[in-house]
């Protein structure tokens, strides 16, 4: 049953499309959350070159738009799972970034009590199902949630993030067709950062176009600047109208990039220095939408440079709870594996 809240929560999202929509405080608050998700990754990053983080580790920065956009689109009941690059992910979600941190170091303060580490972190009570480690397994995983949502008879939807690279796996497709067979409620979020794990869009995919993957399936797609995040915000609403309607799935491809190697081990020698700090000084998502508060006088240059501050500051103090945390229990191994589905 459609409820009286989420035709409230539909007829705003008609409202505040197109860049008019994004108001002063909801502004800041997008910038700010940018901030934070930089930050937080550049903090990630010095804790890992000091041996404070192990194992994989696959940072966000450079993409930051495309999660707080679609995120600013989407209410409470909704869902959001992706792949192993998901920091920015669970923190857009409103998770603890002291509790993501601690997870990194695999702390028991951690948001999945130190067990997951940096690809596997849940944070369902804010609507967070993970991070996974395998390649394209958001996909049938994100499906199935927008299956249950639709079997229980509600109008939420599923953010299924994937990238360029996961395009290419077998079950995106079938559970395109799953999808499609059903009209589920479910985003297909492709975030085309270009290079997957190190090889170019161009070199491993016959046809590179990603939007129009699902057009077989009869799947609706559109391409996206995913550096603007005014633009994905505005495809994120659209998106998101079109899903809860009972319209069925679509796909956005979110043309964007990632500045650092795919994880903290890879050197990214399959591009030039060149590229990536021209895509920095033309096209940084955090820079562009700066100039947009500014323009619209919602701030100052000093507001937000003390903004940045405040956040560094933050990040600091999440570093020191990380850090101080215990490490968890041997017992804690075995809990958590199995669940008794009443929940």
């Known amino acids: 049953m459609v409820t009286p809240e989420a035709v409230i929560r539909k007829a705003k999202q008609l409202e505040h499309k197109g860049k008019s929509a994004l108001q002063k ?6 910038y700010r959350m940018m901030l934070l998700i930089r930050r937080f990754e550049e903090k990630a990053g010095q804790l890992y070159g000091m041996g404070l983080i192990g194992g994989f580790c696959h940072l966000y920065i450079g993409q930051e738009a495309v999660v707080v956009g679609m995120q600013s689109c989407v209410g409470e009941g909704d869902s959001v799972i992706t792949s192993y690059r998901d920091h920015g992910h669970i923190l857009a979600c409103g998770s603890d970034p002291k509790a993501v941190m601690a997870e990194l170091m695999g702390k028991e303060t951690g948001i999945s009590k130190g067990k997951g580490g940096s690809m596997h972190m849940f944070d369902t009570a804010r609507g ?16 199935g949630i927008a299956f249950a949502n639709k079997y229980r008879k509600t109008d939420r939807v599923c953010l299924t993030y994937f990238g360029d690279g996961a395009a290419n796996q ?18 297909y ?15 491993s995919s016959a046809t590179t176009e990603l939007y129009q ?3 077989s399936f009869g799947i609706e797609g559109r391409q996206v600047d995913g550096m603007d995040l005014l633009k994905v915000r505005e495809a994120g609403l659209e998106a998101v109208e079109h899903a809860r309607s009972g319209a069925g799935p679509i796909i956005l491809e979110m043309k964007t990039y990632r500045y650092r190697g795919h994880s903290m081990s890879d050197p990214a020698k399959y ?11 033309t096209r940084d998502a955090i820079t562009h939408f700066k100039d947009f508060i500014l323009e619209q006088k919602f701030a ?3 507001n937000l440079k003390e903004m ?26 075995y809990t958590d594996v199995y669940t008794s589905g009443k929940e």
């Open 128 to 143: 967070f199902y993970g991070g996974h480690g395998i390649v394209g397994a958001p996909v049938p995983l994100g499906t």
């Open 308 to 333: 940045d501050k405040q956040i560094k500051a933050d990040m600091n103090a999440v570093a020191e709870f990380a850090k101080v945390s215990d490490e968890p229990e041997v017992s804690e191994m």
């Open 213 to 215: 993957r699902g057009a």
């Open 271 to 281: 591009r030039s220095r060149e590229e990536v700090e021209n895509i920095r000084e």
């Open 170 to 187: 077998g079950q995106v497709y079938e559970a395109f067709n799953m999808a499609s067979l059903w009209k589920l409620p479910v985003i």
């Open 300 to 302: 100052g240059e000093a």
């Open 189 to 203: 979020i492709i975030e085309n950062n270009e290079y997957a794990m190190g090889t170019s869009v161009a070199r």
């Open 25 to 30: 405080d909801e502004a800041l608050t997008c």
